[in-house]
């Protein structure tokens, strides 16, 4: 099993950056892809990207390509998200999310472990 902590949330106008950090614990870090949703006020939780386990592929949203990049570190642990250009459409609370097997899926069903969350709210 593994438990994620986000962090690096906060407000910020629109066209300025944040980046999101996604703490590890507990089973070996580089056994799990990793990725990243999004949920605003009424809406579902909705993709953003994800990260294979080592060799660095990654998914992206249309919505966020060229503009979010997806990392990880695994000598710490740790997977980030750092979103350029950001829009006001771009506030939700955004979340870490682990598991055993490919990156490549999208759905929020195939992810087991997920982080609490941390805000994005970008103004106009």
């Known amino acids: 099993q593994v438990q994620l902590v986000e962090s690096g949330g906060g407000l910020v106008q629109a066209g300025g950056s944040l980046r999101l950090s996604c703490a590890a614990s507990?089973?070996?870090?580089?056994?799990?892809?990793m990725g990243w949703f999004r949920q605003a006020p009424g809406k579902g939780r909705e993709f953003v990207a994800s990260?294979?386990?080592?060799?660095?592929?990654?998914l992206y949203a249309d919505f966020v390509k060229g503009r979010f990049t997806i990392s990880r570190d695994n000598a710490n642990s740790t997977a980030s998200l750092q979103m350029d250009m950001l829009l006001p459409e771009d506030t939700a609370a955004y979340y870490c999310?682990?598991?055993?097997?490919?990156?490549?899926?999208?759905?929020?069903?195939?992810?087991?472990?997920w982080g609490q969350g941390t805000q994005v709210t970008v103004s106009s």
């Open positions: 999310a682990a598991r055993i097997g490919s990156y490549y899926t999208s759905r929020a069903q195939n992810w087991n472990y």
């Open positions: 507990g089973r070996t870090f580089s056994s799990y892809a």
């Open positions: 990260i294979t386990q080592s060799r660095g592929n990654t």
